[in-house]
């Protein structure tokens, strides 16, 4: 079982849809990710939260909006997506890569856009 | 500019028909090298990470090794249960980034 819970596991929504995917972890790291991936490709990364505050955005389309309520906490508001969105996305946390502390991935929400 | 690249993309094996997959890498001031499992539709499962030259982890029929430039992971006797894509990542310098390799997709045949 992994230490990181995304929720919910499967969304489907239309393109005029507003949603949110949720992630949470209790191990005590500092950094949380957010991460796209499409069928036979790595993970890609969209966005970085260091100690509750946003540290990278990748250029991310704006109908991405990442929040960080708190250190165990991450969500990702969805608005208006297009039908390329549709992917697994995944949550990530870790103590701090600078420190070569590995990243710790949930098992992801496969999200389809209809 | 710092890389991953990992090869093969793909292999098929028989069952305990031992081999390696490579990962090479171009990153400034190596801080960790990590190599993950993921099974389709799910996250990646974290393995090893490995932070020096000469260094090898081992777990079960996985054994990493580390190079000045590349990273091994010998798969001894495989099983079909290790099937799966296997990748692995390094940090750029001073980023809390990974730079993740394309992947080898792994499948064992009984």
């Known amino acids: 079982d992994t230490e990181v819970t995304q929720t919910p596991k499967h969304l489907v929504m239309g393109m005029t849809n507003k949603k949110s995917l949720k992630c949470e972890q209790h191990?005590?790291?500092?950094?949380m990710y957010w991460y796209k991936q499409k069928a036979k490709k790595p993970p890609e990364l969209m966005f970085v939260?260091?100690?509750?505050?946003?540290?990278i955005n990748e250029s991310v389309p704006s109908r991405f909006s990442p929040e960080c309520p708190n250190s165990s906490l991450l969500n990702l508001h969805l608005h208006a997506l297009q039908p390329e969105d549709s992917a697994l996305y995944l949550c990530a946390s870790s103590q701090g890569l600078q420190g070569g502390q590995p990243q710790h991935f949930g098992d992801g929400t496969r999200l389809s856009i209809l | 500019e710092d890389q991953v690249t990992q090869s093969p993309e793909a292999l098929r094996l028989q069952e305990g028909e031992s081999s390696s997959l490579n990962c090479s890498y171009t990153v400034s001031g190596l801080r960790g090298l990590f190599w993950y499992r993921q099974d389709p539709g799910k996250g990646p499962e974290f393995l090893f990470t490995l932070y020096s030259a000469g260094e090898e982890k081992e777990k079960e029929r996985l054994k990493a090794t580390l190079t000045k430039k590349e990273s091994f992971l010998h798969i001894t006797a495989p099983k079909p249960e290790d099937s799966a894509t296997y990748l692995c990542a390094v940090p750029p310098y001073n980023t809390d980034k990974l730079i993740f390799g394309t992947g080898t997709r792994l499948q064992v045949f009984p």
């Open positions: 939260y260091s100690y509750e505050k946003l540290s």
């Open positions: 191990m005590g790291h500092r950094a």
